[in-house]
């Protein structure tokens, strides 16, 4: 079936640093992949959608300023969070929609914890 | 984008069967309607999907009456590892690609021995 990983699968950062996270379809393409946000026992709330190419889509009230997105290839999309901040401790997830089928798989999601 | 409606919590015992029921009113002719599992700290993993009446698969079976304004999902003879969030959404899958989905707050379910 189709996998989607992340990496890392947990980091922990100091406040004010960034911290990069991968989201890669392994074996297939994706030209869309989504960014999630988890805490703790909340739903998934949809950050941004990225596509591959092209400027990424920010739901309301994210900053796309602190959260950049690059997805530069069918299958790597990036969520770099910039100048974080405790607040920003989370389990992030992305998704990936496979290019053929439609069909979206998730990631296992990054626990980012910001001290 | 329809909203769905689901029961925060379900308790249960190993070998029952669990029927988790969803609401979306508001449900568009081209949305398809997909549970979802998630495991604490895993990211959630494609249950089952249908459009109308009945689809099951070798883990679940998913009903949706006639005017799809709501679904059920049903596992049968749970057990503990099935304990974990279940969440129902609904999303258009077209030839541009898969509408974006959005989370409702899912239903929690515990199975306990």
């Known amino acids: 079936g189709a996998v989607v990983s992340q990496h890392p699968s947990r980091v922990i950062c100091k406040s004010g640093t960034s911290v990069k996270i991968e989201c890669r379809s392994l074996?297939?393409?994706?030209?869309?992949m989504f960014w999630y946000r988890q805490f703790p026992k909340k739903s998934l709330m949809l950050m941004a959608t990225?596509?591959?190419?092209?400027?990424?889509?920010?739901e309301q009230g994210v900053e796309k300023d602190k959260f950049l997105i690059n997805h530069a290839s069918l299958t790597l999309s990036t969520l770099t969070v910039t100048s974080a901040h405790p607040e920003d401790s989370s389990f992030y997830i992305c998704?990936?929609?496979?290019?053929?089928?439609?069909?979206?798989?998730f990631g296992p999601g990054t626990r980012l914890t910001v001290t | 984008l329809a909203k769905t409606t689901q029961p925060i919590s379900m308790d249960s015992y190993e070998g029952q069967e669990v029927n988790i029921t969803c609401s979306h009113n508001?449900?568009?002719?081209?949305?398809?309607i997909t549970w979802y599992q998630q495991f604490p700290s895993q990211g959630p993993r494609f249950i089952i999907q249908?459009?109308?009446t009945k689809v099951t698969n070798e883990v679940a079976s998913l009903f949706i009456p006639a005017d799809r304004k709501s679904s059920t999902l049903s596992l049968p003879r749970v057990s503990l590892s099935d304990t974990a969030v279940y969440y129902c959404?609904?999303?258009?899958?077209?030839?541009?690609?898969?509408?974006?989905?959005?989370f409702g707050t899912g239903t929690r379910l515990l199975v306990s021995p």
């Open positions: 959404l609904v999303g258009v899958q077209s030839n541009t690609g898969f509408q974006k989905l959005v």
């Open positions: 074996d297939f393409q994706a030209t869309t």
């Open positions: 990225s596509n591959e190419g092209s400027k990424a889509t920010y």
């Open positions: 998704s990936a929609i496979h290019r053929d089928s439609y069909e979206q798989y």
């Open positions: 249908g459009y109308k």
């Open positions: 508001n449900i568009a002719t081209n949305d398809y």
